[in-house]
Nanobody, 123 residues
Framework: QVQLLESGGGLVQAGGSLRLSCAAS????????MGWFRQAPGKEREFVAA????????RYADSVKGRFTISRDNAENTVYLQMNNLKPEDAAVYYC????????????????WGQGTQVTVSS
C-alpha cells in the first residue's frame, strides 16, 4: 500500500507557473505508475499526465501538452507536475495517483489517491 500527499497548489495569474509535488510513503514507490488528474467544480475528474516506473515514458492530455511536464524522483519517492503558461481553465483540484497499468488515463487504472491540492488561476 502507498499513501500520497500532494503539495504546491495555490493562486497564480494566467500565464504563470506552479510546480506540484506528490510525496509517497513506503518503499515500493518505484513499482508504481504515477498519474496526475484534476477535477474542476461541476466537472468529472480528468486525466492530466502519467509517468511510467522508470520515468522514461510519459503521457499527457492534449489540453496540457507543451505546457505541463510530469517527472519523478524514485530516490525521493516523489512525483512532480510542472505547470507553465497556466490558463483559467486549468483551475481545479489536482490529485496524484499510483497504479499498475502502464500510463493509464482512466481513474480505474489507479489504486491509490492523494487528497488533492487546489490550483486557482486568475485571468
Amino acid at each position: 500500500q502507498v499513501q500520497l500527499l500532494e503539495s504546491g497548489g495555490g493562486l497564480v495569474q494566467a500565464g504563470g507557473s506552479l510546480r506540484l509535488s506528490c510525496a509517497a510513503s513506503g518503499r515500493t514507490f518505484s513499482s508504481y505508475v504515477m498519474g496526475w488528474f484534476r477535477q474542476a467544480p461541476g466537472k468529472e475528474r480528468e486525466f492530466v499526465a502519467a509517468i511510467n516506473r522508470s520515468g522514461g515514458s510519459k503521457r499527457y492530455a492534449d489540453s496540457v501538452k507543451g505546457r505541463f511536464t510530469i517527472s519523478r524522483d524514485n530516490a525521493e519517492n516523489t512525483v512532480y507536475l510542472q505547470m507553465n503558461n497556466l490558463k483559467p481553465e486549468d483551475a481545479a483540484v489536482y490529485y496524484c495517483a499510483a497504479g499498475s497499468n502502464t500510463l493509464g488515463a482512466r481513474s480505474y487504472d489507479y489504486n491509490y489517491w492523494g487528497q488533492g491540492t487546489q490550483v486557482t488561476v486568475s485571468s
